[in-house]
């Protein structure tokens, strides 16, 4: 049976917004003092951005090329990041509340932007109403159930301690780190509750309760039903109960068939995308093929260290490696999901793209291009378009500078042009995709749909390059170049195919060459 995958994806051009951290209104009154938007960020401080302020950057988005938003947590809770859910019935009023996400829905679908949320449903924060139940009452609370509490707190025996000492912080730290036990056992036995990963912050939801997850999966509902375009699922395989996530997706695409469903899974899950749970993961493989390849040589291995999962994945790639990953991934789904694979080269879990290349503008120039011209959809993250830079959280959620004195303005054009590229283009966007040629830091491949066809060379090295092409389905026709990036911007290329489908090009150094 073939996979059904919402046929907007396609087309779009999606921006991920840390909320706290994009951009501040006046309409939302603060109840106390925020850090100074342009200081540094930290790990626990505000900065004051909403939702209403999203809604009147609406004008730069649109100038970008942006075509759907993907916002990080937007609900009640106590973190800037809000993946401490205190209430998923409630967006938080630091954002504006409800009424702010109503206007920035008629807003943004008034452009034909498309909206969708974060839901983090596999833990709460500790302020979740149930759970703060839970914690006054102990095992004589109607909620004992929604969350994995120890024998001793269901039969009363003990009480819940959702705020550790430093002494038992430490022993819990200690304990997840020494022992087999699965992630949440040393929580459980210590303060009371399972929490995720033993974080004190965040009790696992026990999502098998019918009370439990009814809930989450109206709160789902709800947030359809007011008119957002889909979800971004928070570590979904942390729930093990796959009926819940097919659960989730029936009632979802009962309400909407267009939602759009996309978890963060960092690997490769062909098994979760067949069709009855998601409609395709944040491509983070993809990702990581493309900062090996266009960052290799510049690659700051200390930043990318940061991050656990990235550092034993990137490695530097030549334009065969890179073109043979390319293959594998593009070859792992229904050409359906591949469609619609969320690409990104940044998010709020990663050091900044620049960062990890070493402050490398030009490789996020190709890594741009690239992205913009594969299949799926590109997702950019906030702030990379002017060339934010920062290390791994909070220094990759810094806060944006309205200043244009402080964008890089030729980087913003770049990407700009990129996804105009994309987004004039049927074959960019839903078109077949061929390798054509690898060779040193060097790949090429071509897109085409119908009567249309573009090749797109990047040169990801120091040095210009020869490169023998074999297109012959272009046979005796000349190539041009439409689009320049890199080190080679302005710069205009050509190449004759003769008969037999054969040409020779020039792929400059550090440079991303379209040709039609």
């Known amino acids: 049976m073939a996979i059904a995958t919402p046929a907007w994806v396609r087309d779009a051009v999606f921006y991920q917004i840390f909320p706290d951290r ?87 679908h008034g452009r034909g932007m498309r909206v969708i949320l974060d839901g983090a449903f596999n833990h709460s924060g500790r302020g979740f109403w149930p759970f703060h139940h839970v914690l006054e009452t102990g095992g004589a609370s109607p909620y004992r159930e929604w969350f994995y509490l120890d024998e001793g707190v269901l039969h009363s025996s003990r009480r819940v301690n959702a705020y550790p000492s430093p002494s038992e912080a430490e022993a819990i730290a200690g304990e997840a780190a020494t022992t087999a036990g699965p992630p949440g056992s040393a929580s459980r036995r210590i303060l009371g509750y399972e929490a995720w990963w033993d974080l004190p912050a965040l009790p ?146 990663l050091p900044r793209f620049v960062t990890m290349c070493g402050g490398d503008r030009t490789a996020l120039r190709l890594a741009t291009l690239i992205q913009m011209t594969l299949p799926g959809a590109p997702c950019v993250y906030y702030g990379d378009e002017i060339g934010l830079e920062g290390r791994i959280d909070p220094g990759c959620r810094g806060a944006f500078p309205w ?49 249309e066809w573009t090749l797109v060379v990047v040169n990801a090295g120091d040095a210009a390059l020869r490169l023998q092409l074999a297109v012959p389905e272009v046979s005796g026709r000349l190539l041009e170049t439409v689009a320049a990036f890199g080190e080679s911007e302005g710069v205009a290329i050509s190449a004759v195919v003769d008969g037999n489908g054969s040409a020779v090009m020039e792929a400059p150094a550090r440079s991303g060459m379209v040709l039609r």
Do not use: C
């Open 22 to 108: 994009f951009a501040r209104s006046e309409r939302v009154v603060p109840p106390g003092p925020y850090e100074p938007w342009d200081s540094p960020p930290t790990r626990h401080g505000f900065k004051g951005g909403d939702l209403y302020g999203i809604a009147e950057r609406l004008d730069y988005l649109a100038d970008l090329g942006v075509t759907a938003l993907y916002l990080n947590p937007i609900f009640s809770s106590a973190s800037n990041h809000r993946y401490h859910t205190f209430d998923y019935f409630e967006v938080d009023p630091l954002l504006g509340g409800d009424q702010a996400l109503d206007e920035l829905l008629h807003a943004a």
């Open 204 to 349: 696992k939801l026990n999502v098998a309760h019918p009370a439990m997850r009814e809930y989450l999966l109206r709160a789902a509902e709800h947030w359809v039903g007011r008119g957002i375009d889909g979800w971004r699922l928070d570590v979904p395989e942390e729930i093990a109960d796959v009926e819940f996530w097919r659960e989730f997706r029936q009632r979802v695409k009962a309400l909407d068939p267009d939602a759009y469903i996309v978890a963060e899974i960092w690997h490769v899950a062909p098994d979760r995308l067949a069709g009855d749970q998601f409609d395709a993961t944040m491509n983070y493989p993809l990702g990581e093929a493309i900062l090996g390849f266009v960052g290799a040589g510049r690659l700051d291995q200390d930043v990318i260290g940061e991050h656990g999962t990235y550092s034993a994945a990137v490695r530097p790639l030549d334009g065969p490696a890179f073109a043979r990953r390319l293959e594998e991934l593009l070859g792992v789904y229904d050409p359906a999901v591949t469609a619609v694979q969320l690409n990104l080269i940044g998010s709020h879990d």
């Open 403 to 451: 200043a244009r004195e402080r964008w890089d303005e030729g980087l913003r054009e770049s990407v700009r042009r990129a996804i105009a590229l994309r987004q004039a283009s049927p074959a960019l966007r839903r078109g077949a995709l061929r390798l054509v040629a690898a060779d040193a830091a060097t790949v090429a491949y071509s897109r085409s749909e119908g009567s």
